[in-house]
């Protein structure tokens, strides 16, 4: 699907299974999704930084560990979120 600066970005698809969401993400089996995979620049060995790269991958333990920080920082980052909205819904609503 597509590379930015850090992440690669392939289809894949989702599947719960301890917990299955009524609705939302996960609800559907197989539901289709963007999986990301961060990557690391791998320059020739010449030294040059500036010139084209190849994608090299990160080892399994240090990628899940980025994943899930990376998850962790999402999950609360939108429970704030919610947080300030409901907040500004509550002033609205008092004034």
């Known amino acids: ?17 301890s917990h299955i969401p009524t609705t939302g993400l996960g609800w559907v089996p197989h539901q289709k999704v963007v999986v990301k995979r961060p990557f690391i620049k791998v320059y ?27 998850a962790n920082v999402l999950y609360w980052a939108n ?10 819904n509550c002033c609205v609503m008092a004034s």
């Open 1 to 17: 699907i597509g590379k930015s600066g850090f992440e690669t970005a392939h289809p894949g698809w989702l599947m719960l299974v």
């Open 44 to 70: 020739p060995p010449s030294g040059s930084s500036a010139g084209t790269h190849k994608v090299g991958r990160l080892a399994v333990a240090n990628e899940l560990s980025k994943q899930y920080k990376e």
């Open 79 to 88: 429970s704030l979120l919610d947080l300030t909205y409901a907040f500004i």
